[in-house]
């Protein structure tokens, strides 16, 4: 098991940006695939944005354009860019990490999103 904790979420306004991060407690170099994933109130967990060990990344259409994933090798850290947020863009944002193609792996215990006036 690997530990993730997130951080940088809060409140922004429409239209405004977020850099989200995930440090985990080691190398990245041992995941399959890292992963933010987001579950709204009331509505089931989501998947956002993944990035392989390869560097390949992939985006829910929802978030295309707007976010992106990205990560710093040295800091273990994955990051996600929010731009031209929305209020449904606002959840509780996990990030997700595996050491296969199987699903689950370990979670982090999500940080706080809200886009309002």
């Known amino acids: 098991q690997v530990q993730l904790v997130e951080s940088g979420g809060g409140l922004v306004q429409p239209g405004g940006s977020l850099r989200l991060s995930c440090a985990a407690s080691?190398?990245?170099?041992?995941?399959?695939?890292m992963a933010w994933y987001r579950q709204a109130p009331g509505k089931e967990r989501e998947w956002v944005a993944a990035?392989?060990?390869?560097?390949?990344?992939n985006y829910a259409d929802s978030v295309k354009g707007r976010f992106a994933i990205s990560r710093d090798n040295a800091k273990n850290t994955l990051y996600l860019q929010m731009n031209s947020l929305k209020p449904e863009d606002t959840a509780v944002y996990f990030c997700?990490?595996?050491?296969?193609?199987?699903?689950?792996?370990?979670w982090g215990q999500g940080t706080q999103v809200t886009v309002s006036s």
């Open positions: 997700n990490a595996r050491t296969s193609p199987v699903p689950g792996g370990s």
């Open positions: 080691r190398s990245f170099f041992s995941f399959y695939v």
């Open positions: 990035m392989t060990s390869s560097g390949s990344t």
